[in-house]
């Protein structure tokens, strides 16, 4: 269990700017991105995608199945609703930073930071916990062991970028972060044609969620 005091400031700040930036604004549910998901999804009639306030991926994450539908939707949204009102917005974040996949066995951030750095979380540098902020979006997609490691930097950049937007940080910051040389720890297992399991995983991730593909 990692407390949250004992988390970098520049950790939670690109975890919000990129994953829910009304975070202490609404009650467990951004109008704003639910809204845009339904239009994405009348246009394109594809999976639900994005509109999930960090509450609703706590719940997400711990409590329902990684189904896309309508149903687990509004499940996700009243869950979401109740957990605002039994907990401070301190305690879900902690709790969403201690159950949050961010890639393979790496649920949680005390064994993400220990996998991809070597390193505490409260020891992470604004780079990398940029880089880490980017994971939970899409680990297998994101991840620097996956068949494009460039995606996980790109990705960075957009945390940066969203991060100077939400005036946590400045653009020489930002820069600054983006040119700092981090360090990606070897995989600790090594993996047979990496690329193609990395494909399968992906895929996989698509049809059946993050959490089915890393716990299931």
Do not use: C
């Not at 201690?98 to 409260?122: C, D, H, M, R, W």
């Not at 992470?124 to 994101?142: F, Q």
């Amino acid at each position: 269990l990692v407390k949250l005091e004992d988390l970098p400031d520049s950790l939670v700040q690109a975890t919000i700017a990129i994953e829910d930036k009304n975070f202490y604004h609404h009650a467990g549910i951004d109008l704003e991105g639910v809204g845009r998901a339904a239009i994405s999804y009348a246009k394109t009639h594809q999976t639900l995608q994005g509109g999930s306030t960090i509450t609703q991926q706590l719940i997400k994450n711990t409590l329902l199945t990684p189904d896309r539908t309508w149903e687990r939707k509004a499940k996700e949204v009243i869950l979401a609703f109740w957990t605002e009102r039994l907990f401070t917005k301190q305690q879900i974040l902690q709790m969403y930073f201690n159950e949050v996949p961010y890639g393979g066995t790496s649920v949680g951030i005390a064994a993400a930071s220990q996998t991809y750095f070597g390193k505490l979380p409260k020891e992470l540098s604004l780079a990398e916990s940029a880089y880490l902020a980017g994971l939970p979006a899409s680990p297998t997609t994101y991840s620097p062991y996956g068949a494009n490691p460039q995606s996980g930097k790109d990705r960075q950049r957009e945390v940066l970028r969203r991060m100077v937007e939400e005036k946590f940080i400045n653009q020489t910051q930002a820069d600054e972060a983006l040119a700092e040389k981090i360090e990606i720890a070897a995989p600790r297992a090594e993996i047979k044609a990496p690329h193609f399991v990395m494909y399968l995983r992906s895929e996989l991730s698509r049809k059946y969620g993050e959490r089915m593909v890393t716990q299931g």
